[in-house]
């Protein structure tokens, strides 16, 4: 249902009368043509270094414009799970991230790309190689390239996924759990799987400062992650105050549209040229963004 959609700010989605209304099923025929013509694009919203406030890279997030409306991913990426469109979405973005990361690295500065997976991609054996394969084909180092998975894709744990997992991380692909929090049995997940990265959920991070809780959560995750070699990312950082006070508590990286919202490509590129002193000398070439 459209109308309690998400929250999400990013993406205002024009209020459609009751007639207008999309079900689940048009929604996924549209969805099966749009991919089909190339309509997922992905947007990119940068990552940041807290101690040094230096790009650290970007999360690549697929948007869908329907008949004008933009639809969430909290709407269609379900939907594009449940009726076996999934693996073309994650194929598309793929493609995209790919060559735009490398366009906007240089040989001093690689820069990184997350880009969301679901569980599904556990399930294919092949996967590490044929990621590897792309990765290569677009002369990027795996390190460059963090593989995000939420708890919940975690959770069905199949002996395959371990297995992929590992060899992901064999092959030097970063792994970062996202919205980590929200999900279950995701401490025995840290011990099993070979994590990089963890991301606080947004949810601790949006109440962080009017939260005894949320920052005794997010302090001992950050207590417990560093004690076992992962980093930290907090998104949905909104503010300077939040931003000041993850920091104080040791958190690595933060995202958020206190930094940016997620950006196309184009205005990715704007938004370097106004905001230079987010990029370190290294980070990225003005020359190269032209
Ligand atoms: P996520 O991976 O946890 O992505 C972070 C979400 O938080 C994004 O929502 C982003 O726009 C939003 N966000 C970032 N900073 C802020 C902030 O400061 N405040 C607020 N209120 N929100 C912020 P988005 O783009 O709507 O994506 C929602 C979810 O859809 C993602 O959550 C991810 O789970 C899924 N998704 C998006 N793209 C893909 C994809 O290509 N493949 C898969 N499998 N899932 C995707
Ligand atoms: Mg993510
Ligand atoms: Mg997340
Ligand atoms: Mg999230």
Known sequence: NLLRS?????????KPSEEDELSDEEIVLALHEGIKNDEIEVYYQPKFDLATNKLAG????????????????????PLAEQFDLIDDITF????QCLPQIARWSNTESLLKIAINFSARSLSQLDFPDILSRQVEENGLLPQQVIIELTESALADDQA??????????????????????????SVQQLQNIPFTELKIDRS??????????????VNSTVEMAHKLGIKVVAEGIEDADTKNALTELGVDVGQGFYYAKPLSPAAMEKWFKTNSHFLSNSDVKQSDLK
């Open 204 to 217: 601790f991070v949006g109440n962080f400062l009017s939260s005894p809780q949320s920052q005794a959560i």
């Open 160 to 185: 395959s996924s371990l297995e992929i997992l590992t060899r992901l991380r064999m092959k030097g692909f970063g792994l970062s759990i996202d919205d980590f929090g929200t999900g279950y049995s």
């Open 92 to 95: 598309s973005v793929v493609k």
């Open 58 to 77: 970007f999360e690549g997030l697929a948007r869908w414009k329907y008949k004008g409306n933009t639809i969430p991913p909290s709407i269609f990426i």
């Open 6 to 14: 998400d929250q999400d700010m990013t993406m205002p989605l024009a």
